[in-house]
Nanobody, 122 residues
Framework: VQLQASGGGLVQTGGSLRLSCAAS????????TAWFRQAPGKERQIVAA????????YYADSVKGRFAISGDNARNTVYLQMNSLKPDDTAVYYC????????????????WGQGTLVTVSS
């Protein structure tokens, strides 16, 4: 499975961005896709995750109510809609996938995209 993340950029505080994660190769309906982010000098942390069916989602407390994860199975693409962005959201965002239920731990994800930079100016 290959993942391609896109959609990052520079936005002002309070603005919005939508990230996309396009999957290709041997995708499966058993997969969970997640977004992680890594800010400068910090560890990579999970932001949100969604099951293939879309019935199960997870959000980190720091983004609840502001971010929304969704999937388009016909396009093998997962989106992360980010609203009310704050400078603390500045990070490189990575999409990742694994077979089975979501995990909060990055080492449990087998497939990773290349990362897309989100910069929120104050």
């Amino acid at each position: 499975v290959q993942l391609q993340a896109s959609g990052g950029g520079l936005v002002q505080t309070g603005g919005s961005l939508r990230l996309s994660c396009a999957a290709s190769g041997r995708t499966s309906s058993s997969y969970t896709t997640a977004w992680f982010r890594q800010a400068p000098g910090k560890e990579r942390q999970i932001v949100a995750a969604i099951s293939w069916s879309g019935e199960s989602t997870y959000y980190a407390d720091s983004v609840k109510g502001r971010f929304a994860i969704s999937g388009d199975n016909a396009r093998n693409t997962v989106y992360l809609q980010m609203n009310s962005l704050k400078p603390d959201d500045t990070a490189v965002y990575y999409c990742a996938a694994r077979s089975g239920r979501y995990s909060l731990t990055e080492k449990n994800y087998n497939y990773w995209g290349q990362g897309t930079l989100v910069t929120v100016s104050s």
